[in-house]
């Protein structure tokens, strides 16, 4: 029992108490700002976020250097997530894969062979297919590492170092730029024209109180890969001073003569927030001509090869200008593109304005200048030092030869070299002992004295000792110049800038202007249309000219058939007593052999069932007959059914009852008086009477009875014809109007003999 007590008091001591609210926020900005520092955001020195610099770093320790062969991608990745970044090996892959893009970067870090995707936004192949090695800009970020010019920390096992930062001699930041989501905060810095980035930090150089309007005379804007235009131009100098804002960005078009009398408009180049995914702006153009956006609109197409080419053809007489600016509006093809120049500084991530960026960049180069030419110094005094030691040895070799060949050891040699001891060799003259106790030679010289071959003996090659000698001290005498005067340091800075500059030299291809938007004008052409609707529902819109062409056998494909004007608008009356309307530029227009579009998902009727159809234009001037399955009917005016809603109630039904005829009247044929009503029940019973007999009513009333039906009868047919007619059809079925007997509106029907075939 005592041994339980005494578990009991070993477990109450080991809980740990906490406020738990403050542990939350403690865990949650730990994680922020390891998102914020270690994944997201780049370095202000060298422009790279971790998981960049890991690859880099990796394809430099695999040896890929630009003049050596690809290596495949799935062991670049393996490296790097074996070695430096245990985070996946998708987002390793996809952050190579970003390096090799030229549409996306001015000047890409990784030379890729193989499916990298497109501009198109075609995804990349697997890792296991594709290779990769360093570009040339990859090295001007690299090629300095073996001088100790960054810091190096141990890897997240402690097994490997990995570089803090790279050595990077470009202004990486600014000329690829970068975006990167973090928590709380996201950086999104446009790429820039290298020769005008490069310029502008010698500018910064030069004159360290420029002034931005000063610096922008160098960087007056950035310059995408992807070309296209900035069209607010007058944001860009505020952007730049502030570190935030937007710029407004387009593609290259221009108008060019199509054929068939036809304008095209050719889009060369995209806008860069579509870059990686040109096939969302073709889908854009393309849908807005399905839907028919914009009339104007004939055909699209993506004819891009190497260079982008799309074609967005303009149909005959339309004005291609302002279809432009439309597509403008409506499409990505006009976009805006969110500036943020966000980056990690000392571990903490800072808003810096354009020249502030330039400004860390130099302050970087001066150290990194300063530590090469450090190395560069102690590396030429380590040689000086050996390479004096050699030509002095070569004037005495041959005491060098007696304390070789008179020591015991090469210790004992190597000490004679450095202090003169001469106790315990042997030599063959007094002369010669002397000779070799004034040696002092320093330790690296005794070295590589005793490492010395014979062939350094030549008289040649003692000649190039002394050719090296004065090289050196040429060199020396040159780093000790840079090293103690900063304006030596950065005239060397600004030339190898220079020569960076022609190297990836490359023309501006983002032009920069100030353009106000110009709003699209809609101009509706109104022309003669044929709405065809089908058995099933399906329904398109034709010209008058294609109409003309139909023969008689097509045209008995469709049972409703309605001609309006293209602003009009299709009324379609359901036999649950609605009217829908749809405006005649929703319908789609198609070619005759095309199916079509189901009607009852353009005005959502369900499962009602379709009765007739009207354009609303004529409906409005016309008299509407309404009869019902119960035999009611009445006459209600056109003009009650305006309206701008999608539905409306078109008349009053009882339960149970429905809509079997809706026919429409020209007010002629109303006053004229030689219509008449003709009804057919379902136990074969049939009236007629006069159109005259049947009084207007409100579309909210429920009208009149025009037949008196049986209880266990209902109405099945009913229409409005002219007292002449003598014939007509129903359901395929030929009906004999002169068997139906003219009698008085609401009377017993008739035994209809005749009226039509069993």
Same mark, same amino acid.
């Given at each position: 029992?005592?041994?339980?007590?005494?578990?009991?008091?070993?477990? /109450?001591?080991?809980?740990?108490?906490?406020?738990?609210?403050?542990?939350?926020?403690?865990?949650?900005?730990?994680?922020?700002?390891?998102?914020?520092?270690?994944?997201?955001?780049?370095?202000?020195?060298?422009?790279?976020?971790?998981?960049?610099?890991?690859? &880099?770093?990796?394809?430099?320790?695999?040896?890929?250097?630009?003049?050596?062969?690809?290596?495949?991608?799935?062991?670049?990745?393996?490296?790097?997530?074996?070695?430096?970044?245990?985070?996946?090996?998708?987002?390793?892959?996809?952050?190579?894969?970003?390096?090799?893009?030229?549409?996306?970067?001015?000047?890409?870090?990784?030379?890729?062979?193989?499916?990298?995707?497109?501009?198109?936004?075609?995804?990349?192949?697997?890792?296991?297919?594709?290779?990769?090695? &360093?570009?040339?800009?990859?090295?001007?970020?690299?090629?300095?590492?073996?001088?100790?010019?960054?810091?190096?920390?141990?890897?997240?096992?402690?097994?490997?170092?990995?570089?803090?930062?790279?050595?990077?001699?470009? %202004?990486?930041?600014?000329?690829?730029?970068? /975006?990167?989501?973090?928590?709380?905060?996201?950086?999104?810095? %446009?790429?820039?024209?290298?020769?005008?980035?490069?310029?502008?930090?010698?500018?910064?150089?030069?004159?360290?109180?420029?002034?931005?309007?000063?610096?922008?005379?160098?960087?007056?804007?950035?310059?995408?890969?992807?070309?296209?235009?900035?069209?607010?131009?007058?944001?860009?100098?505020?952007?730049?001073?502030?570190?935030?804002?937007?710029?407004?960005?387009?593609?290259?078009?221009?108008?060019?003569?199509?054929?068939?009398?036809?304008?095209?408009?050719?889009?060369?180049?995209? %806008?860069?927030?579509?870059?990686?995914?040109?096939?969302?702006?073709?889908?854009?153009?393309?849908?807005?001509?399905?839907?028919?956006?914009?009339?104007?609109?004939?055909?699209?197409?993506?004819?891009?090869?190497?260079?982008?080419?799309?074609?967005?053809?303009?149909?005959?007489?339309?004005?291609?200008?302002?279809?432009?600016?439309?597509?403008?509006?409506?499409?990505?093809?006009?976009? /805006?593109?969110?500036?943020?120049?966000?980056?990690?500084?000392?571990?903490?991530?800072?808003?810096?304005?354009?020249?502030?960026?330039?400004?860390?960049?130099?302050?970087?180069?001066?150290?990194?200048?300063?530590?090469?030419?450090?190395?560069?110094?102690?590396?030429?005094?380590?040689?000086?030092?050996?390479?004096?030691?050699?030509?002095?040895?070569?004037?005495?070799?041959?005491?060098?030869?007696?304390?070789?060949?008179?020591?015991?050891?090469?210790?004992?040699?190597?000490?004679?070299?450095?202090?003169?001891?001469?106790?315990?060799?042997?030599?063959?003259?007094?002369?010669?002992?002397?000779?070799? #106790?004034?040696?002092?030679? /320093?330790?690296?010289?005794?070295?590589?004295?005793?490492?010395?071959?014979?062939?350094?003996?030549?008289?040649?090659?003692?000649?190039?000792?002394?050719?090296?000698?004065?090289?050196?001290?040429?060199?020396?005498?040159?780093?000790?110049?840079?090293?103690?005067?900063?304006?030596?340091?950065?005239?060397?800075?600004?030339?190898?800038?220079?020569?960076?500059?022609?190297?990836?030299?490359?023309?501006?291809?983002?032009?920069?202007?100030?353009?106000?938007?110009?709003?699209?004008?809609?101009?509706?052409?109104?022309?003669?249309?044929?709405?065809?609707?089908?058995?099933?529902?399906?329904?398109?819109?034709?010209?008058?000219?294609?109409?003309?062409?139909?023969?008689?056998?097509?045209?008995?494909?469709?049972?409703?058939?309605?001609?309006?004007?293209?602003?009009?608008?299709?009324?379609?009356?359901?036999?649950?007593?609605?009217?829908?309307?749809?405006? #005649?530029?929703?319908?789609?227009?198609?070619?005759?052999?095309?199916?079509?579009?189901?009607?009852?998902?353009?005005?959502?009727?369900?499962?009602?069932?379709? &009765?007739?159809?009207?354009?609303?234009?004529?409906?409005?001037?016309?008299?509407?007959?309404?009869?019902?399955?119960?035999?009611?009917?009445?006459?209600?005016?056109?003009?009650?059914?305006?309206?701008?809603?999608?539905?409306?109630?078109?008349?009053?039904?009882?339960?149970?009852?429905?809509?079997?005829?809706?026919?429409?009247?020209?007010?002629?044929?109303?006053?004229?008086?030689?219509?008449?009503?003709?009804?057919?029940?379902?136990?074969?019973?049939?009236?007629?009477?006069?159109?005259?007999?049947?009084?207007?009513?409100?579309?909210?009333?429920?009208?009149?009875?025009?037949?008196?039906?049986?209880?266990?009868?209902?109405?099945?047919?009913?229409?409005?014809?002219?007292?002449?007619?003598?014939?007509?059809?129903?359901?395929?079925?030929?009906?004999?109007?002169?068997?139906?007997?003219?009698?008085?509106?609401?009377?017993?029907?008739?035994?209809?003999?005749?009226?039509?075939?069993?």
């Amino acid at each position: 029992m005592a041994k339980k007590k005494n578990e009991q008091t070993i477990v /109450t001591e080991n809980i740990i108490s906490m406020d738990f609210t403050e542990e939350m926020k403690t865990s949650y900005r730990d994680y922020a700002m390891s998102v914020i520092i270690a994944r997201a955001l780049p370095d202000i020195r060298d422009g790279l976020k971790p998981v960049q610099r890991r690859i &880099l770093y990796s394809m430099k320790e695999l040896g890929l250097a630009p003049d050596k062969p690809h290596r495949k991608s799935a062991r670049i990745v393996g490296d790097t997530m074996g070695k430096f970044h245990p985070h996946g090996d998708g987002a390793i892959y996809d952050a190579l894969v970003h390096m090799t893009e030229d549409y996306s970067l001015s000047v890409p870090l990784v030379d890729g062979h193989g499916n990298f995707g497109s501009i198109d936004g075609d995804g990349a192949a697997a890792m296991r297919y594709t290779e990769a090695r &360093l570009s040339d800009g990859a090295m001007t970020m690299l090629s300095n590492l073996e001088k100790g010019l960054v810091e190096f920390t141990p890897n997240f096992d402690e097994s490997e170092k990995e570089p803090v930062v790279l050595p990077a001699m470009l %202004p990486n930041l600014l000329i690829n730029g970068t /975006t990167g989501i973090a928590v709380g905060m996201a950086t999104n810095i %446009p790429p820039h024209n290298t020769a005008e980035i490069i310029n502008g930090v010698i500018a910064c150089i030069d004159k360290p109180s420029i002034s931005l309007p000063e610096l922008m005379e160098y960087i007056p804007g950035p310059d995408f890969p992807t070309g296209g235009a900035i069209i607010n131009k007058e944001e860009i100098e505020h952007i730049y001073e502030c570190g935030e804002g937007r710029l407004r960005v387009r593609g290259k078009c221009t108008i060019e003569p199509g054929t068939a009398g036809r304008t095209n408009i050719i889009i060369t180049e995209i %806008p860069y927030t579509v870059a990686g995914n040109k096939t969302k702006l073709v889908e854009s153009l393309a849908g807005l001509m399905r839907d028919k956006t914009f009339d104007e609109i004939y055909d699209v197409r993506d004819e891009s090869g190497k260079d982008i080419r799309i074609v967005v053809e303009v149909k005959k007489d339309r004005d291609a200008e302002n279809l432009l600016n439309g597509l403008y509006k409506k499409t990505p093809l006009e976009d /805006t593109y969110g500036v943020n120049l966000l980056a990690v500084k000392d571990k903490q991530p800072i808003q810096f304005s354009l020249k502030a960026i330039i400004q860390e960049f130099i302050a970087f180069q001066k150290e990194l200048y300063t530590k090469e030419y450090t190395h560069l110094l102690n590396k030429a005094n380590q040689r000086l030092e050996i390479v004096q030691g050699l030509i002095r040895a070569t004037d005495v070799i041959d005491i060098i030869i007696e304390v070789l060949r008179g020591s015991q050891s090469l210790a004992q040699a190597k000490n004679c070299l450095i202090h003169g001891d001469i106790t315990d060799v042997r030599f063959k003259s007094e002369a010669s002992r002397k000779l070799a #106790a004034a040696f002092d030679f /320093t330790e690296k010289q005794a070295e590589a004295i005793l490492a010395m071959p014979l062939s350094k003996l030549i008289g040649l090659e003692i000649l190039k000792l002394h050719e090296e000698e004065a090289t050196l001290s040429t060199d020396i005498e040159s780093y000790n110049k840079i090293l103690s005067s900063e304006k030596e340091l950065l005239k060397v800075i600004k030339t190898r800038l220079k020569g960076y500059a022609k190297e990836f030299y490359s023309e501006r291809k983002t032009v920069l202007d100030s353009i106000q938007n110009t709003g699209y004008i809609e101009k509706v052409v109104i022309e003669d249309i044929y709405v065809l609707i089908d058995r099933f529902g399906y329904t398109k819109t034709i010209d008058s000219s294609s109409y003309q062409r139909l023969t008689p056998e097509t045209l008995a494909e469709y049972p409703h058939i309605v001609s309006m004007k293209s602003d009009d608008k299709l009324c379609v009356f359901t036999s649950n007593g609605n009217m829908h309307q749809i405006k #005649a530029a929703s319908l789609p227009r198609c070619r005759i052999k095309e199916k079509g579009t189901l009607i009852h998902t353009m005005c959502k009727l369900g499962n009602d069932e379709l &009765l007739t159809f009207a354009s609303f234009n004529e409906l409005f001037d016309s008299i509407l007959l309404f009869v019902t399955e119960k035999g009611y009917i009445k006459l209600v005016s056109g003009a009650e059914f305006e309206t701008n809603r999608q539905t409306i109630s078109a008349t009053k039904l009882e339960d149970g009852d429905k809509l079997i005829c809706m026919k429409q009247l020209s007010a002629s044929e109303y006053i004229s008086g030689g219509k008449k009503v003709v009804m057919l029940t379902a136990k074969k019973l049939s009236l007629g009477f006069l159109l005259s007999e049947v009084s207007e009513f409100k579309k909210t009333s429920r009208g009149v009875k025009g037949i008196t039906l049986e209880n266990d009868d209902r109405l099945i047919y009913a229409d409005c014809i002219d007292t002449s007619e003598e014939t007509g059809t129903w359901s395929g079925r030929q009906i004999n109007y002169k068997k139906i007997r003219t009698r008085k509106r609401g009377a017993k029907g008739q035994r209809a003999t005749g009226v039509y075939p069993v």
